[in-house]
């Protein structure tokens, strides 16, 4: 029942058009929970997240709450289904998308994210949050109108930087308290309302371990579901100034040589990409010399 991502065939859809029924259709399934949250994916019983044909989804005993368009992948229209609150078929579970980090490539992960962040938008906008009535899908636009006050609700996007500080062979990873196992990792922070992304990155690397930093690379981007992040991802080269952390954020904050790290994120992520990414440049420099 399952189908591979390819991100590179994926067309995404920005509009409220929706193709003709009588197209061929695929569908990632989530679960609407009893407040009215969607958190869950449909997964096989290795764990992994589904994209059903339209076929066996409809044999799943699954009741249809509501059907939402993503776009089209592999010249398929791709949807995600939401589903009314029950358990998950024999042979199948409800997982986290953390889960699916280590077993989905970046781009089937991206995908499925992005699955869920369109269900969770339309459910946390059924009301408006200015006049509290009920919303509708707009007719061309990607956005719930409300019916009162016309205010426009389009998917959550959060502006995140995240920042690998660098000096010469070291790098500076710092362990989070919100971290759910010992592991050590790039510093991230929102970007907050009237801040460039340069000011945030040079503002929550001082109030987290207390150094300054002098140049900025930009990396890449990746879209973080959790709820609604862009991460934006850069290097920094450190300038001056010893680590102090931040208690309330950090646990620890350390310099680590490349080739002698601790537990790091897995490179399915933009911390773990830019770690493994100045890792091998380091190499390079030091197998020439």
């Known amino acids: 029942m399952s189908v591979g991502f390819d991100l590179a065939s994926f067309e995404f859809n920005a509009s409220a058009l929706t193709p003709t029924a009588s197209r061929s259709r695929r569908f990632i399934i989530s679960v609407l929970n009893t407040n009215h949250t969607c958190e869950q994916l449909l997964c096989d019983s290795a764990g992994v997240v589904l994209v059903c044909a339209d076929s066996d989804a409809n044999t799943l005993p699954l009741s249809v709450a509501s059907e939402h368009f993503l776009g089209q992948l592999n010249d398929e229209d791709l949807w995600v289904r939401v589903v009314g609150v029950q358990d998950a078929p024999a042979g199948y579970q409800w997982l986290g998308l953390r889960s699916q980090l280590e077993l989905l490539s ?51 996007i959060s502006p995140c930087m995240i920042v690998l500080v660098t000096r010469g062979d070291e790098i500076l990873l710092a362990h989070h308290h919100r971290a759910s ?109």
């Not at 459910?123 to 956005?143: E, I, N």
């Open 106 to 156: 970046p781009e089937a992960f991206q995908l499925a994210g992005r699955a869920l962040q369109i269900a969770r938008w339309y459910y946390d906008h059924r009301y408006c949050g200015r006049c509290g009535q009920a919303t509708v899908q707009d007719s061309l636009d990607f956005a719930r109108v409300c019916q009162g006050c016309s205010t426009r609700f389009y998917p959550r």
């Open 181 to 289: 196992r010992v592991m050590y990792t790039t510093l991230a922070g929102f970007v907050e309302a009237g801040e460039g992304v340069e000011d945030c990155i040079r503002r929550e690397v001082m109030e987290e371990v207390g150094v300054m930093v002098g140049e900025l690379k930009y990396f890449r981007s990746q879209p973080w579901p959790f709820p609604g992040q862009l991460m934006l991802g850069f290097f920094a080269e450190y300038e001056t100034g010893h680590i102090a952390i931040d208690p309330a954020e950090i646990i620890d904050a350390k310099w680590f040589r490349y080739d002698e790290l601790p537990q790091v994120p897995a490179t399915a992520t933009v911390a773990g990409q830019l770690i493994a990414h100045y890792v091998g440049l380091r190499r390079a420099i030091n197998h020439k010399q």
